[in-house]
């Protein structure tokens, strides 16, 4: 019935507390279907994993800013996003998918939902986008602030990069680009992403580490060099994110109290820390006053 396992109930303990309005810049919610119903022509069926199980985990690692990327199998249908984003006294925001025919009217309806973002895929198992969308969406989310979201994989990504250059909005290369651990960090690939540091409006999400694996098993230990590399060359552009519930993973379900762990030891500086977790999802997102302790 459904396409790959739940995320793991148990995850480890973070090593030190994180800086107060941590942020995970990358996660998403399926469901539950029964409330919010998948997309018909959706490319996987996930098991439920609402909003409330994402609070719960969040809540052990210490996390209370969230920004709720939205799932393909929810197509473009943000009701589920919007009622997360409703209930979250202003720590949640959304990045969407949009319909290539969208509109202003729907853009405008989006953004006073708090959705602050539009992502567009170029993965294989998923229907692309073509130069023409994204520029014409890229003008009608510019007047929001908003900022586009690249999904792909190494070969796409590079592919499209210079359409999201040439863009007067922020874009955010997901998974760090997805680039492949077992090709080093001379990859081509990964010094184009290290490269970024030189453009004003890119950022770079250090999540998905699962995803830049060649082993595919825990703790993913081959893709730190990865991390590692990104946040000493451009900690200022980084987001991170723990990419819950880890959809369509290949390989060992992912722990996300390691991630956060893994995080916490490749970024021993604690300034550094809370730029990567605070301030700049701050300045991205700009979520609504503190949280509370």
Not at 115 to 144: K, Y
Request: glycine letters at 8%.
């Amino acid at each position: 019935m459904f396409d790959y396992a739940p995320p793991l109930e148990r995850i480890t303990p973070v090593a030190r507390r994180l800086p107060a309005n941590a942020c995970d810049t990358h996660c998403h919610i399926f469901g539950p279907a029964a409330v919010f119903p998948f997309a018909e022509d959706r490319p996987y069926t996930p098991p439920d994993a609402p909003f409330e199980k994402l609070q719960a985990m969040h809540a052990k690692l210490g996390i209370t800013r969230t920004v709720l990327v939205q799932a393909a199998c929810h197509g473009t249908d943000m009701t589920a996003v919007l009622d997360a984003i409703a209930h979250s006294n202003g720590q949640c925001r959304g990045v969407a998918l949009l319909a290539p025919d969208v509109d202003a009217a729907e853009i405008a309806r989006l953004h006073a939902g708090g959705i602050r973002g539009a992502r567009f895929h170029f993965m294989s198992h998923l229907a692309g986008s073509t130069r023409e969308d994204v520029e014409r969406i890229a003008r009608l989310i510019a007047v929001h602030g908003w900022h586009i979201c690249v999904h792909g994989d190494e070969a796409s990504v590079i592919s499209v990069l210079p359409w999201f250059t040439s863009l007067d909005v922020p874009f955010v290369i997901d998974h760090m680009g997805r680039v492949s651990a077992d090709k080093g960090l001379r990859n081509p690939h990964f010094q184009a992403l290290l490269d970024l540091k030189n453009h004003p409006r890119a950022w770079v999400k250090i999540s998905g580490i699962d995803r830049v694996s060649s082993t595919g098993k825990r703790p993913f230990a081959d893709g730190k060099p990865f991390v590692r590399a990104l946040i000493e060359h451009m900690p200022d552009r980084l987001l991170w994110g723990t990419d819950w519930p880890h959809p369509r993973v290949q390989g060992d379900m992912p722990d996300d109290g390691d991630s956060a762990n893994t995080l916490l030891e490749l970024c021993p500086d604690q300034a550094v820390l809370e730029q990567i977790l605070v301030a700049n999802p701050q300045a991205l997102y700009g979520f609504d006053g503190a949280v509370r302790e």
